[in-house]
């Protein structure tokens, strides 16, 4: 494994600086370090972050366009669940979505949601509270599922609010805990694909 200490910069390519300088700083929240520091073909900024990090925007007279409804290709932050409430806020009042538009395949804990600068940079915001690794102890009692013969053998029935499938068997029933305990979420049945799938994996 490579040693590094630690991230460095990270560079953009943006087409009107003034637009984009203003938006690194008031809507991510970066600090502005100066213009032209930097040797590009192009007008620069250099922003850091409160961690180090430097972001260097460059002009350019058109952007790499980002690949439409593909999640591949972005930046994501990492900030503590204090700041995360603050960019919020912050994103809030300037107008932005705070939405967690794919909150279902969070694991518990991991809060996220996506930002994209003014020429389409999409950027993640996320943090992870206690919670995602907190260890959740399964718990016992009776459940009642209906009928026996409602379930057809081979079948996989998930019970959300109780977390466990219950598979139907030739030989009777067997209740599987619905619960990723590494990631702490809620495992998907793909009936498909005849797999118990985790999206935190
Ligand atoms: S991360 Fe979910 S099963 Fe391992």
Known sequence: MALVDGFSH???????????EQFYQEVLGLDSVGRDLVNENGPNALLKTNTGQ?????????????RPNSNSIHHAWLLTVEQYRRAQERMKAFGYSIEDSREEFRAMGERSMDIYDPDGH???????????TKIIRPSAGKV??????DFEVGS?????QEMFFLVRL??????LSSWCTHRNGRLKWEKEHWRFYCPFS
Not at 54 to 66: G, S, T
Not at 122 to 132: D, K, S, V, W
């Open 10 to 20: 990270l560079v953009i390519q943006v087409t009107d600086l003034d637009r984009s």
């Open 54 to 66: 430097m972001v260097l925007l460059v002009q350019v007279p058109e952007v790499e366009p980002f």
């Open 122 to 132: 999409r950027y993640q915001i996320q943090a992870h509270g206690p919670e995602a």
């Open 144 to 149: 009642s599922c209906g009928k026996m013969d």
């Open 156 to 160: 996989v029935t998930p019970f959300h």
């Open 170 to 175: 030739n030989e009777g029933f067997l209740a």
